[in-house]
């Protein structure tokens, strides 16, 4: 049995949506914009990072998870590693297996090690992604389906080669402009029929594909830069979203979502919310959807 998760239980994730159950988390406490790496630290840099306030929205953010049945595991933060808060990005979980990812930044080299090392002492079940770039903020799991963003962190033959590793899967990759980092600043799955979209962010083929398959909000440039996208879903339509973004927030309301609003103004100064600072791996089944994978 993993040592990571409390006895009885084994990672499991299959989508976005389903009832978040485990999730890992890292506290920012080292974390600052040392090197600009993404547009939104552009706009921050001379503003930085307050730590104790991000320590303190982010721990707000996990007793509110914690409230809601979350069981909440911390990564022990590194010095050297300032953006290690956005545990998403170092991998994802597919199925009972988290894979590691292949950091592309210079400044995020390093946490792989740290990460894999760590998950090697619980007991899990991991693959390690070797040879081309690929991180977890552009890995979108719908089921049986993949959407991988093409960006300057994750490489068309990173994305080939998962294809290969996962052959009853099928893989879509998503170009889209580079500026926006990850694929979840962009597109994010809410159930199994909806999702969130900035339109501006992508070509018409891959916008008319995603706009077919999901009933899609969209989201407009302010709340792109605020990443109205980057929400956190925890099962049961209940949603972390920033209480800046009044659009997204009121769209989800009127859809029947109940809409958790906290505060991590702090941390998005640095490029990521609520999705780029968890890492499920255990989610259960919430809608009795059919885009989870048969067992």
Same mark, same amino acid.
């Given at each position: ?5 409390? =006895? ?6 299959? +989508?976005?949506?389903?009832? /978040?159950?485990?999730?890992? $988390?890292?506290?920012?406490? &080292? ?121 300057? =962190? ?6 080939? +080669?998962?294809?290969?590793? /996962?052959?009853?899967?099928? $893989?879509?990759?998503?170009? &889209? ?119």
């Amino acid at each position: 049995m993993s040592l990571l998760l409390k =006895r009885g239980k084994t990672m499991s994730v299959n +989508n976005e949506f389903d009832t /978040l159950k485990s999730v890992i $988390v890292c506290s920012p406490l &080292f974390m600052e914009i040392s090197e600009v790496i993404n547009e939104t630290q552009k706009h921050f840099i001379d503003e930085n990072i307050n730590k104790e306030v991000a320590v303190e929205q982010h721990n707000t953010f996990v007793k509110t998870m914690e409230q809601h049945g979350v069981e909440v595991i911390s990564l022990p933060a590194v010095r050297n590693f300032p953006e290690q808060v956005f545990t998403r990005d170092i991998g994802f979980t597919l199925g009972n297996t988290i894979f590691i990812s292949e950091m592309e930044s210079e400044i995020r080299r390093g946490e792989e090690e740290v990460f894999k090392a760590w998950l090697e002492k619980q007991q899990v079940k991991l693959h390690e992604m070797k040879g081309h770039s690929i991180e977890g903020g552009d890995v979108i799991i719908h089921g049986r389906s993949i959407y991988v963003g093409i960006s300057h =962190r994750t490489t068309r033959e990173a994305i080939d +080669n998962l294809q290969t590793i /996962l052959p009853d899967y099928e $893989v879509i990759p998503i170009p &889209f402009k580079e500026k926006y980092l990850h694929l979840d600043c962009v597109f994010n799955i809410l159930s199994p029929t909806e999702a969130l979209i900035f339109p501006d962010a992508l070509d018409r083929k891959e916008y008319r594909m995603l706009t077919s398959r999901f009933d899609c909000i969209e989201i407009t440039e302010q709340e792109q830069f605020t990443l109205g996208t980057n929400v956190l879903s925890i099962g049961n339509k209940k949603v972390f979203s920033l209480p800046i973004n009044k659009g997204v927030n009121s769209e989800l309301r009127a859809r029947g979502y109940e809409v958790m609003e906290v505060d991590i103004s702090e941390i998005i100064k640095s490029g990521g919310s609520f999705r780029c600072c968890t890492l499920p791996i255990m989610r259960e089944d919430s809608y009795n959807n059919e885009s989870a994978p048969a067992s």
